[in-house]
T-cell receptor, first 114, second 115 residues
C-alpha cells in the first residue's frame, strides 16, 4: 500500500494558461475525491468519482474545471484559463466507500497563478 | 462552502501539557474524523468516529463523537514537539442514496508546542 500520490507537487503558471494535475489513489480504492484548500481554511469539496463515474460536483467547480477518471484508477483535474483566484492546494483523497468510509489524502498539488 | 465551527483557532502550550479542541455543527453528521496537517502536506488521518457517543483512542490522542451527532472533541495528552501542526475536524453525512458523502471540514486548530 503506497498511499495516495499526486503529481506535480508544485505548479507555477501564468494567468490564462491551462494546467492538469494527476492523482493516483490507493489501489483497490473505488472512490476518489478532489478538494481545494486555500490558506487558513480547511479543504473544500470539489468533486468525486465512484470507479469511473463522476457522481457529484460542487458549486465551486466552475466550467473551467474538469475532472476525469477514465479507467476507474488514476484521475486528472484540469483547470482551463487559470485565474489568480485558482491559486490553492489541490488535494486528492481515496476510499473504499461503505458505511464506515475513511478518506485518505495525498500530499496535494500547490498551484500558484501569477 | 459550509464549514464546521472549530475552536480554538490556535493554541500555544508547554511541552507535556494536555490539549483539547472541539468542533460543532448546526446539523448532524454520521461520521466525524480528525486529521493533522503539516505545512505543504496533505491531511493525515488521526481518528475516525462512526457512532454517536463513541470514544476512541489512538496513542496519546482521544476523540469522542458527541451524543447529539453535532459535535466532536479531540484531546492530546502529554504533548510533545512533534504534535505541532494544524488539526482539522471533518464531518460526513450520508447521501440521499444512503452512501457516505464528501467531507466538510472545520477551519483548523493550529497547535504550537514550547519545549
Amino acid at each position: 500500500d503506497t498511499g495516495v500520490s499526486q503529481d506535480p507537487r508544485h505548479k507555477i503558471t501564468k494567468r490564462g494558461q491551462n494546467v492538469t494535475f494527476r492523482c493516483d489513489p490507493i489501489s483497490e480504492h473505488n472512490r476518489l475525491y478532489w478538494y481545494r484548500q486555500t490558506l487558513g481554511q480547511g479543504p473544500e469539496f470539489l468533486t468525486y468519482f465512484q470507479n469511473e463515474a463522476q457522481l457529484e460536483k460542487s458549486r465551486l467547480l466552475s466550467d473551467r474545471f474538469s475532472a476525469e477518471r477514465p479507467k476507474g484508477s488514476f484521475s486528472t483535474l484540469e483547470i482551463q484559463r487559470t485565474e489568480q483566484g485558482d491559486s490553492a492546494m489541490y488535494l486528492c483523497a481515496s476510499s473504499v466507500g461503505g458505511m464506515e468510509e475513511t478518506q485518505y489524502f495525498g500530499p496535494g498539488t500547490r498551484l500558484l497563478v501569477l | 462552502g459550509q464549514q464546521l465551527n472549530q475552536s480554538p483557532q490556535s493554541m500555544f502550550i508547554q511541552e507535556g501539557e494536555d490539549v483539547s479542541m472541539n468542533c460543532t455543527s448546526s446539523s448532524i453528521f454520521n461520521t466525524w474524523l480528525w486529521y493533522k496537517q503539516d505545512p505543504g502536506e496533505g491531511p493525515v488521518l488521526l481518528i475516525a468516529l462512526y457512532k454517536a457517543g463513541e470514544l476512541t483512542s489512538n496513542g496519546r490522542l482521544t476523540a469522542q463523537f458527541g451524543i447529539t451527532r453535532k459535535d466532536s472533541f479531540l484531546n492530546i495528552s502529554a504533548s510533545i514537539p512533534s504534535d505541532v501542526g494544524i488539526y482539522f475536524c471533518a464531518g460526513q453525512r450520508r447521501n440521499y442514496g444512503g452512501s457516505q458523502g464528501n467531507l466538510i471540514f472545520g477551519k483548523g486548530t493550529k497547535l504550537s508546542v514550547k519545549p
